[in-house]
């Protein structure tokens, strides 16, 4: 009885997550005896400082998502060094260090959003080897002046207000190999 209905769940999930106007497969979804997981489908960039300074500004991302701000320093400051290397990074690299050194998390997250900016152009023109990235938007972020960032999945995850609004946003653009 509790393998139909775990059977069941796993069914419903996949009808609930595929009922969501979702274009494109960016989860898979694996079921085993008792737990469902979806797992985010990796992207891979060719040149390997900008698949590190994109997978080093998905963690920055995700430590702001839990409202870090410690946390946030150290990312931004390890996303500063890679972009360092990156040819026509430079102001991106500022905006990374002076991250770096803000204690406060609204600062910070308002470095975020143009520091999301710049990335978002910069990933944009990047060869892709594999995989998607997804450019998701807040309207209410920045006291309503919206703010972008870039994610590996469509769930959102808003880095702008952790859990205060963890689900505000939407997926505004999917960037793939070109």
Sequence with gaps: MNKIKLVASA???LAMYTSCNQTQETTKVIVTDSVIVAVPVAIELKDANSDLAYNQYLHLKDVLVLSDSTQA???AKDIAATLAKISGSENSTKIAYDMASEGSLSKQRILFTTLSTELITMFKKAEISSGSMFVQYCPMANDGDGGYWLASETEIRNPYYGD????????KETITKK
């Design 11 to 13: 069914f419903f999930l």
């Design 73 to 75: 320093q150290g990312a």
């Design 164 to 171: 205060e609004m963890l689900n505000c946003g939407e997926v």
